[in-house]
């Protein structure tokens, strides 16, 4: 599976393109929106927009692309979960690991107080923080993360 989305080209040059895309809220598209606190600050926010500068072969598509032309984004969404995983569980783990090890050694009496474990976990916590944004830093999980073209979408014809 894929996540698309739209985007409008800005600017080509030098085999890249620049494509902006608008991001939207799931808010304005709810049924509660006018009693629900979110949709009310997704309202009153602006909408922002999102700018990238991807790669772009000519060959691949057969068409140099123009500004205010569509593209269509993609990103597998299996590096999407699996990065999410990894930012969520890999903290959490440290957390729950060291913490455990923190409560046995109080337990034996080696540690002489509970929030000496309770540091430990702690430590361990942000310890699973630095190791899930190394790995998220790695050139190739970035490298996943990266979004592709993978298609132009045709200019809608003008009626004469």
């Not at 361990?124 to 923080?129: A, I, P, S, V």
């Not at 999980?141 to 045709?154: A, G, M, T």
Request: hydrophobic share 40%; proline share 5%; aromatic share 8%.
């Amino acid at each position: 599976m894929m996540i698309k989305e739209l985007a409008n080209v800005v600017a080509n040059k030098a085999g890249q393109v620049t494509v902006t895309s608008q991001i939207k809220s799931t808010c304005s598209s709810c049924a509660q929106v006018d009693s629900c606190g979110s949709g009310q600050i997704a309202k009153a926010l602006p909408q922002a927009k999102l700018t990238l500068t991807l790669p772009y072969d000519i060959k691949k598509f057969g068409k140099t692309l123009e500004q205010g032309d569509c593209v269509v984004l993609a990103l597998p969404e299996k590096h999407v979960l699996s990065s999410a995983a990894q930012v969520y569980l890999l903290p959490l783990f440290g957390l729950i690991a060291f913490s455990a090890v923190g409560q046995w050694l109080y337990k034996q009496q080696i540690v002489p107080h509970e929030l000496i474990a309770l540091g430990l976990g702690l430590f361990g916590g942000y310890l699973g923080y630095r190791f899930a944004k190394f790995n998220q830093e790695q050139g190739k999980q970035s490298e996943k993360l990266q979004p592709k073209i993978i298609e132009v979408l045709p200019l809608p014809t003008q009626a004469k």
